[in-house]
């Protein structure tokens, strides 16, 4: 039989099963056509069986043997039963291939995730190249689903119980090396001899287990200590996700409840969970995040008709707290960036940052000490303009303020090459006047970085009426590169992401002066999902800073952006927040929250006010959907998934809601309409009246997903 997508041959009693064969995308999934051909060679394979020696499961691409199921085929699931069904048929496939009576042999060369490591599983050994590019996990949980080809199943038959959890749960993944330290490989090659290596597999027997190994197996076989290894997992899951996430916890049901039972039964529950899960409405929102951000993946503005810049020499002006941090994103991405400020003191700041950032990977392994070396050296500090004439991008990164930036923008311009890209950190002032400065403002945009760089995934690209098509597309590129979520988003107070974090900010200040206290404000929204509470997040970003932003807002967007006066109180008696130690909360040496400031309480009225969870939730996420609402209408961004990709990359907003309009979809827009209408009465009118896109998507029946 021939095939399409799946290479099959025979040679010296040796079969060989390719996948990727006829693939033109960089990853191979495993879709229905795949999978439809998976089985027919696997059936053919058992015919042959009598006359092979061996099978050998490879793939044609460098760098992905395959890198999952193919996710549109989850997501085209509508009920339990088509979930359920979906994981049985891959099940039955895999059982045939481990049912094998001949040595069967996975060669990873590359990326092997999901249903790509569920069916190297299946097979008796695994070798994998010594290459960067191998990666093998199951990271299902991170779509809300549970691994469904057997992997919970297999995977701690290899690596035993507590690896495999840690990497089921955590959706973590392992190189070639860390693979066989593990006992899930075999044995690692260099990539090139990774096939002809296989062949010397056939014959031996699997790998004997160390001594080590052994005894950890001893240890961990038997039912109390499996009962207390589940125990720990759950209590670290519950720790992690605070319980809002049903998928690890439904991992743990299955594979605990597995423990004594044999293949079938195991994995008919496994199926069943995997139906239950992938139809539901958190695996759906995290389904949909995953397609977002493949979609942001792809420049989505218009194209220019010029040639789009490669970015490969960088420099950063200002070594502050985002300096620092921009020049090691820079080291980082192989730019032997250039860092510059007024004098020497900043400059150390600046590297002191820098490898701070590094160091972290160094301690968590993610670098080798020579790499450290190299691109911390890499960074070259200094007080003139030398070099800039051959970088092509720039980003200021200094004090906010407009007279300064743009005297520092209008120097700049004159030490760079013609078609060097200029661009503005800046987190709150107007990128359109500040393209004033610049003779070419058609090679300038905002690029604007959450703090800290090395932590925060979004970069907001701002545009202005007179940023080229090429500047905006050329930046984009660097941003993906740079492993980051670019958002592309037009001038305006706060941009996309402060513009609807204001609302946040600004209801928990109202509360506090209505007596509601800051601890059921901050676990109010804790309990919706979001990673700090509004008084929490104020002391993060710092308290002065938040009322600049605030203010410049407030100015920008008129009433419905007025603040609370109680920050402004705040910041007067010196509380700016975790860099004072003292803030909303007071920190320790570590910088960790040892309590409430009391002094800060003394400020705001009595806390006397009960409110519930519920109309907290309600006071400040009705405002910030308003406020989304409006940036839609303003045309900030182009749809409601920039948004969404904005607040879940740029302020952790719960993935597993999808996103801030999703939710609002999700709730139905006629009822946060008349939320909103009705707080409008008894709260405030300019902050809670529906905005004009609301009304007109209700008076549609359409969503905020449609418009
Ligand atoms: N800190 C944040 O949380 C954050 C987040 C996003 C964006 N931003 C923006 O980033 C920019 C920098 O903020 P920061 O917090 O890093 O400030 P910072 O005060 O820590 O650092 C500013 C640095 O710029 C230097 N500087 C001043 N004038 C200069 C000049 N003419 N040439 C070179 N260097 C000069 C200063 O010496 C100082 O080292 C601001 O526009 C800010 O709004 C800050």
Redesign the pocket.
């Known amino acids: 039989m021939s095939y399409k997508r799946i290479s099959f041959e025979t040679k010296e009693n040796i079969a060989y099963v390719g996948m990727g064969y006829n693939c033109t995308k960089a990853m191979t999934v495993l879709d229905e056509e795949t999978l439809n051909e998976l089985q027919d060679i696997v059936e053919e394979l058992h015919g042959n069986a009598s006359s092979l020696k061996g099978v050998i499961f490879h793939s044609h691409k460098e760098r992905c043997f395959i890198a999952g199921a193919d996710i549109n085929l989850i997501s085209s699931m509508k009920t339990e039963a088509d979930g359920q069904a979906g994981s049985e048929a891959g099940q039955k496939i895999l059982n045939r291939i481990e049912d094998l009576k001949v040595t069967t042999i996975a060669c990873v060369g590359g990326v092997c995730l999901g249903g790509g490591l569920e069916l190297a599983l299946s097979c008796k050994k695994i070798i994998t190249s010594d290459d960067k590019s191998v990666q093998l996990g199951l990271p299902e949980v991170k779509l809300g689903i549970i691994p469904g080809f057997g992997g919970t199943y297999r995977l701690p038959k290899k690596v035993g119980l507590p690896t495999a959890l840690d990497m089921i749960l955590s959706g973590k993944t392992l190189d070639g090396r860390k693979g066989k330290k593990v006992g899930l490989v075999e044995e690692t090659y260099a990539k090139e001899r990774l096939l002809d290596m296989a062949l010397k597999h056939f014959g031996k027997s699997e790998k004997k287990k160390s001594f080590k190994e052994s005894l950890e197996d001893l240890a961990t076989d038997n039912v109390l200590t499996k009962k207390i290894i589940f125990q720990k997992a759950r209590e670290s899951v519950l720790k992690k996700t605070k319980g809002f996430y049903q998928a690890p916890l439904k991992i743990l049901d299955v594979m605990e409840a597995g423990v004594m039972k044999g293949r079938a039964s195991y994995l008919a529950s496994e199926a069943e969970a995997f139906g239950e899960l992938c139809v539901g409405d958190q695996s759906k929102n995290l389904q949909h995040i995953f397609f977002m951000v493949e979609s942001s993946k792809k420049y989505p503005g218009v194209k220019g008709e010029g040639k789009v810049k490669k970015l490969e020499r960088g420099a950063c ?8 941090g921009i020049a090691w994103l820079m080291a980082k991405n192989d730019m032997k960036p250039i860092m ?4 020497q003191g ?1 400059l150390e ?2 590297l002191k940052q820098s490898a701070s950032n590094f160091m972290g990977a160094l301690k968590r392994k993610r670098l080798s000490y020579d790499d450290f070396e190299r691109m911390q050296r890499s960074i070259i500090a200094q007080t003139d303009f030398r070099g800039f004439g051959h970088v092509d991008l720039v980003i ?5 303020n407009m007279d ?2 743009k ?2 923008f209008a120097e700049v311009e004159t030490k760079v090459s013609k078609d060097a890209i200029l661009t ?6 107007s990128i359109q006047e500040m393209s004033t400065a610049l003779e070419d403002s058609s090679r300038f945009a905002g690029l ?4 800290p760089v090395h932590m925060m995934p979004l970069v907001e690209i701002i545009t202005h009426d007179n940023a080229s098509p090429e500047t905006v597309e050329a930046l984009y590129n660097w941003v993906l590169k740079t492993k980051k979520t670019p958002v592309v988003v037009k001038d305006g107070p706060g941009f996309l992401v402060n513009r609807i974090l204001m609302p946040f900010m600004n209801e928990a200040g109202f509360l506090l002066e209505e007596g509601v206290s800051m601890k059921d404000i901050d676990d109010a929204c804790l309990n919706f999902g979001m990673p700090m509470g509004p008084c929490r997040l104020l002391d993060e ?2 308290i002065d ?1 938040g009322q600049k932003v605030a203010k410049i807002i407030h100015d920008g967007l008129g009433d419905r952006a007025a603040s609370s006066s109680l920050t402004g109180k705040l910041v007067e008696k010196g509380f700016l927040g975790r860099k004072t130690s003292k803030g909303f909360y007071i920190y320790d040496e570590n910088g960790k929250v040892a309590g409430p400031n009391a002094e800060a309480l003394a400020i705001f009225p009595k806390a006397s006010k009960k409110m519930t969870e519920v109309e907290i939730q309600k006071r400040i996420f009705l405002p910030m959907i308003n406020e989304a609402a409006t940036v839609l209408e303003d045309k900030i961004v182009e749809n409601a998934m920039a948004v969404d990709l904005g607040l879940i990359f740029g302020i952790g907003f719960p993935p597993f809601r999808g996103g801030l309009l999703k939710y609002a979809d999700s709730e139905g827009l006629e009822r946060i309409q008349a939320e909103l209408v009705s707080h409008a009465e008894s709260v405030d009118k300019a902050r809670y009246t529906p905005c004009k896109l609301i009304n007109d998507l209700v008076a549609q029946k359409k969503k905020f997903y449609e418009f």
């Open positions: 002006l200002g070594a502050g707290t985002m300096g620092g510059k400020d007024l004098n900043g700041l600046g200021e990164a200094v004090v906010e300064i930036k005297k520092v503005s950190n800046t987190s709150s002032l604007h970085f959450f703090n970003v710092g800073v």
